[in-house]
């Protein structure tokens, strides 16, 4: 995987100890109390720097920043730095000189925080590398990748709730009232030209017009206005005005009703 090339810093302590160790006689693992730890060989400085994949732990003077020496390590965990069995803050690193030659050296932290930080930086870089390989093997290899599927399974079923689609139609159904009924009497609008004014009898009274009980009623789509329509009387068979006879009511209004006629002037 090709990687930019420029070198990072990770992680920078101002002080650690470095120790001789005894060669490693079984595969136990390293023990810093076999160490002399109240003898350290050097103390200094540590960087942990990355360039591309590979992290580097480098010993540095902490005064003139001279290179002490350096662990290269381009996988973790593994020989290139290991934790001792019996203590969190020292590990065992393996150092190289750029000519080939390596040697195993111990390092220590007298802070356990330091010691954390140094583990915890070569995680994430490490981490950060994997996730790196994945990406670019997944750009190489597109259709490798998992595809997502979105399709029904055999016997799964979904369910949709409706309920507001429901309330709007009964809304919509039910937006306007049916105005009562006259007994089965189709109401025709006044002739044009006549001025018709409300009249209102008191609250639960009623009108009595040519000898028969009018009850008030409220006309559609006047805002609530009350009108007051006669009652016609029974209907003989030589009647069939039934607006009565206007000629009578020319000039000044009166409220009056002409007899005869069973209708209110106004």
Request: with cysteine; hydrophobic share 30%; charged share 20%.
């Amino acid at each position: 995987v090709e990687m930019e090339e420029y070198e990072s810093v990770l992680c920078v302590k101002p002080e650690v100890h470095v120790y001789r160790i005894p060669p490693r006689a079984t595969n136990r693992g390293y023990r810093a109390s076999e160490w002399q730890l109240d003898q350290p060989s050097w103390s200094g400085r540590l960087r942990i720097t990355a360039k591309g994949q590979v992290a580097y732990i480098k010993l540095e003077d902490r005064t003139s920043g001279e290179l002490f020496a350096q662990a290269p390590v381009d996988q973790f965990p593994s020989t290139a730095v290991e934790s001792v069995t019996d203590s969190s803050r020292y590990f065992v690193i393996r150092i190289e000189d750029g000519n080939g030659r390596r040697a195993f050296i111990g390092i220590g932290f007298g802070d356990r925080g330091d010691a954390f930080d140094f583990n915890v930086a070569l995680q994430d870089h490490f981490k950060w590398v994997k996730q790196q390989c994945e990406f670019a093997k997944q750009a190489q290899n597109p259709d490798e990748g998992p595809k997502l599927d979105l399709g029904f399974k055999e016997g799964q079923t979904i369910k949709i709730n409706i309920a507001n689609m429901k309330k709007k139609e009964g809304a919509t159904g039910t937006s306007r009232a049916r105005p009562a009924s006259t007994g089965g009497l189709s109401l025709l609008p006044p002739p044009p030209g006549s001025k018709t004014s409300t009249l209102t009898p008191p609250s639960g009274e009623q009108l009595s017009v040519g000898g028969s009980l009018v009850q008030p009623a409220v006309a559609p789509g006047s805002g609530g206005a009350t009108v007051l329509w006669p009652r016609p009387k029974p209907v003989t068979p030589a009647t069939t005005d039934i607006w009565g006879d206007f000629t009578k009511s020319t000039g000044a209004s009166s409220s009056q009703s002409e007899p005869g006629t069973g209708w209110v002037q106004f």
